[in-house]
């Protein structure tokens, strides 16, 4: 998947139509399974068939490019408020996130590795009694491929195990999770108190699992340094256990909860992270 460095695309900016739109829904859901009169009936197979084939590609062609307009729309917002904004969008059409989803699933099935997997891995080579906290859970990935107790949480939950709330502010226990997951989840740009809700959370050793788009972490593209974010996550108590460049995609940043949290006073300086644009394909 190419996701967009800049901002030229952004809403409110002029934009030349482009030639291509394939579809950003799965591709199932744009055939046509009905039969036509003229498929019935072989004697009408001629140009008329052909052509509502072509009008039939046409509209699926209008569908996709408005479902991936409505992706993209979407998308921006969540990068662009915070998440009690995000939250009360939501509340208002929950039909939106499903929408999200549909445009999310399509560009994640064009990424070579899904930072989610890499994650299930690290907790199936762990003991499974190790209670999770997945921050920003989508389609509950996580918790359907684990033993693990899963605490599941989304602004909006199409299934009775997940936990819909802003994650800045879950009903978890303090000090009840041994491992939180933010897998490409850090979006809204009040996204420091979706840490401290996993610091609050976390029991001393725990792990904070974070996995991010690439290129919000790249500083030669406008994105954040990804030392002064691991500073800023160990001020609020945490000591850094690894950092892995090496995917095209995503960064991998874990890090461990300290046992006695020794803060200093100071206010943490954390960096913008930059939306995550996926360009039109
Ligand atoms: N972790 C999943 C889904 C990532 S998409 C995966 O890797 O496949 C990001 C998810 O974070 C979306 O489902 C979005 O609704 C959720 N999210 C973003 N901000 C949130 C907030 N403030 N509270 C709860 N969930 C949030």
């Known amino acids: 998947m ?20 394939p ?27 052909s052509s509502s084939l072509k009008s039939s590609s046409f509209l699926d062609k209008m569908k996709a490019r408005l479902a991936g307009g ?12 915070t998440g009690k904004e995000a939250l009360d969008y939501f509340k208002e059409d ?8 549909a445009g999310y699933q399509e560009q994640m099935s064009h990424w070579p590795e899904l930072p989610v ?10 003991s499974s009694s190790l209670i999770v906290a997945d921050f920003g859970c989508g389609d509950a990935r996580l918790a359907k491929n684990v033993k693990n107790k899963v605490f599941s949480i989304d602004l909006v939950s199409n299934d009775p195990s997940v936990i819909s709330c802003d994650m ?3 009903p ?14 850090l979006m809204g740009t009040n996204y420091a108190s979706y840490l401290k809700e996993a610091c609050r959370v976390l029991k001393p050793s725990g792990w904070l699992l974070i996995a991010e788009v690439k290129s919000r972490f790249d500083p030669n593209n406008g994105g ?3 030392n002064m974010f691991s500073k800023a996550v160990c001020e609020m108590g945490f000591t850094s256990a690894l950092k892995d460049f090496s995917n095209k995609m995503f960064v991998l940043l874990y890090f461990k909860k300290k046992e006695n949290k020794s803060s200093n006073g100071r206010e943490i300086e954390w960096p913008e992270l930059k939306p995550c644009i996926y360009k039109r394909r």
């Not at 190419?2 to 739109?21: A, I, L, N, V, Y």
């Not at 409505?70 to 408020?81: A, G, S, V």
């Open 224 to 226: 954040a340094d990804p």
């Open 70 to 81: 409505h992706f993209r729309m979407i998308n921006e917002k969540l990068y662009t408020c």
């Open 2 to 21: 190419k996701e967009e460095q800049s901002r030229k695309r952004r809403r409110g900016k002029h934009k030349k139509p482009q030639k291509t739109q």
């Open 172 to 185: 978890l226990r303090p000090s009840s999770v041994d491992v939180a997951v933010f897998c490409l989840s």
């Open 23 to 49: 579809s950003l829904l799965p591709k199932h859901s744009t055939k046509l399974h009905k039969k036509t009169h003229q498929q019935k009936n072989p004697a009408h197979q001629s140009s008329s068939s």
């Open 94 to 101: 929950p039909e939106l996130f499903d929408m999200y989803h």
């Open 168 to 170: 800045s502010n879950t």
């Open 117 to 126: 997997n890499i994650i299930i891995k690290w907790l199936k080579e762990r």
